[in-house]
């Protein structure tokens, strides 16, 4: 089974509104946890780095004020889609390494399926 | 920048025969890893294989298996005896040696039609 969850699945939001997506790894501590994004029959953009207890490093053309990322613990870190409009419609995907090297496993979460009205 | 570049959209195969899948990258970098990636209709991410540049043996897992040919910067990814559940996209990744600590880049996917 998946050693990380996100929840929701899948949420639904009107315009304007704000949705905030977990990230959380089970059984195992990440220092750093990873935000892609995936649009319909597309390959999986990485977003942005989250690091506990420090700023998230957001990849270029995302905006961070949009995105809002907080990694306040060693199993959680969250996304926030802030003010939030259709063409933020999308699905997105976080992950996480179990260990501090390469050949650490690195797990991916089962995502979630917005849809921004 | 590194890049991936997966040239199939799709593919289909007949059960129990085998596949074959494309993927090039371009990097200047001499240490890295490339992997496949399997993203069922369940959206999870499932590591197939992967593969160290500095290894010069193709890895094999069970039925998968790569041909990677780093000076051409090709990584295939060999599919024997497919079965229904192989029915995904598949993607190719690039990553960097050290410190990136999962910083991946994908290929646009390949989808997979396993027919019985």
């Known amino acids: 089974g998946a050693v990380v969850s996100q929840h929701p699945s899948r949420v639904i939001c009107k315009s304007g509104t704000s949705v905030k997506i977990e990230c959380r790894s089970l059984?195992?501590?990440?220092?750093?946890m990873f935000w892609y994004r995936q649009f319909p029959k597309q390959s999986l953009m990485l977003m942005a780095t989250s690091n506990e207890g420090s700023k998230a490093t957001y990849e270029q053309g995302v905006e961070k004020d949009k995105f809002l990322i907080n990694h306040a613990s060693l199993t959680l870190s969250t996304l926030t889609v802030t003010s939030a409009h259709p063409e933020d419609s999308s699905f997105y995907i976080c992950s996480a390494r179990d260990g501090g090297d390469d050949n650490s496993p690195l797990h991916f979460g089962n995502g979630t399926r917005l849809t921004v009205t | 920048a590194q890049t991936v570049t997966q040239s199939q959209p799709e593919m289909s195969v007949q059960e129990a025969e085998t596949v074959t899948l494309s993927c090039t990258y371009d990097?200047?970098?001499?240490?890295?890893?490339l992997f496949w990636y399997k993203q069922p209709p369940s959206r999870q991410m499932i590591l197939v294989i992967r593969q160290e540049a500095y290894k010069q043996q193709n890895a094999t897992e069970n039925r998968f298996s790569v041909n990677f040919q780093k000076a051409a910067k090709s990584f295939s990814l060999k599919i024997s005896d497919s079965q229904l559940g192989d029915t995904a996209m598949y993607f190719c990744?690039?990553?960097?040696?050290?410190?990136?600590?999962?910083?991946?880049?994908f290929g646009k996917g390949t989808k997979l039609s396993v027919k019985p």
């Open positions: 990097t200047s970098e001499s240490n890295y890893y």
């Open positions: 059984d195992f501590q990440a220092t750093t």
């Open positions: 990744a690039f990553m960097k040696y050290g410190g990136s600590q999962g910083n991946l880049i």
